[in-house]
């Protein structure tokens, strides 16, 4: 090999150390980069996380120097549905007042419309007010000290009085459903309760099932005499059942009471709400021959429920 092949040979061996060596320390530098990167974001995320406890902490520390009040509590004494019309009873107990001080609620609705009534003492730091209220509304209240001509509101944010959800929006709820299928039928089930207000002609009068097909209306049931009262909350017990039943653990002629004996479970007392359930088997070769039901078809079926009350109140699921 003469000296000028050599000398290539060199050159071309140098250019490829050289690119390796530069590839390399390129990829280094681009690692280091990227952690860098990494690190200094880490340590951003960590003084922003910082920042909210810290600011979080001393806005729970304001409030909870600014909030006088300790407990509240509200019973509804008197209902007019006819009316909507109700008189409730709100009870507040403080921290602290004035000397000589006159207490107040003022109360508003959503459309703003302010109300005030006069807080008497029953006990030490406990009060009192009586309030006349329309029944199909929540209210919204503030506990007001005043003093001479100066007042301070003594809690350290509006307070809601669910008036309208207690009596109308969450009476009657939905606490579960459920539904197992097989070749020949399909199983379904319902769980309601009313909520026991304490209030005598608002328990539960009767129940409609609506049957839909791809969302028109096919039967209207009333199922009122297949509605069973249940002594407490079955939701979780239910829940498993129903597991147990599309899973094939135990048949279709397994009822839930039996299920919950067997595997040592009972339901839980719920406070005088009434809890009810109601199941349904539909047969494919009975039921509603005209749409040919069949285990594919079986999701444009669904089920609407209506509960109405003694005193007229109707929910609609």
Not at 276 to 289: A, C, E, G, Q, S
């Amino acid at each position: 090999m003469n000296k000028t092949k050599v000398a290539i040979v060199l050159l071309a061996a140098n250019l490829v150390v050289t690119t390796y060596y530069g590839y390399t320390i390129k990829k280094e530098q681009q690692r280091t980069r990227e952690l860098t990167e990494q690190r200094m974001q880490n340590m951003q995320n960590s003084i922003a996380n910082l920042n909210y406890q810290i600011i979080n902490g001393v806005m729970n520390e304001l409030q909870s120097q600014s909030e006088k009040i300790s407990a509240t509590e509200y019973k509804i004494k008197e209902v007019s549905f006819p009316q909507k019309t109700a008189v409730v009873d709100l009870s507040i107990t403080l921290k602290e007042v004035a000397p000589s001080a006159q207490l107040l609620v003022v109360y508003k609705t959503d459309n703003g419309q302010v109300q005030e009534a006069p807080l008497t003492v029953q006990s030490s730091l406990s009060y009192k007010a009586e309030l006349k209220l329309q029944s199909d509304q929540n209210y919204f209240y503030n506990i007001i000290e005043r003093v001479g001509d100066g007042e301070r509101q003594l809690n350290a944010s509006e307070q809601l009085l669910p008036l309208y959800n207690d009596l109308y929006g969450s009476r009657v709820y939905v606490t579960s459903t459920g539904r197992s299928i097989d070749s020949e039928r399909m199983r379904m089930e319902y769980s309601f309760t009313v909520k026991d207000l304490g209030i005598q002609g608002t328990s539960f009068k009767s129940a409609e099932l609506r049957v839909l097909y791809d969302n028109e209306l096919v039967e209207e049931l009333d199922i009122t005499s297949e509605v069973e009262l249940q002594d407490g909350d079955y939701a979780y017990l239910r829940d498993k059942y129903n597991v147990a039943k599309a899973s094939g653990e135990i048949g279709e002629d397994v009822s839930l009471e039996q299920y919950g004996r067997e595997h040592g479970e009972g339901p839980s007392k719920n406070d005088g709400d009434q809890n009810y359930t109601y199941t349904r088997t539909i047969v494919f070769k009975n039921d509603y021959p005209e749409l040919k039901l069949n285990r594919e078809n079986m999701d444009r079926l669904s089920f609407q429920l209506i509960v109405e009350c003694e005193d007229g109140f109707i929910f609609k699921q």
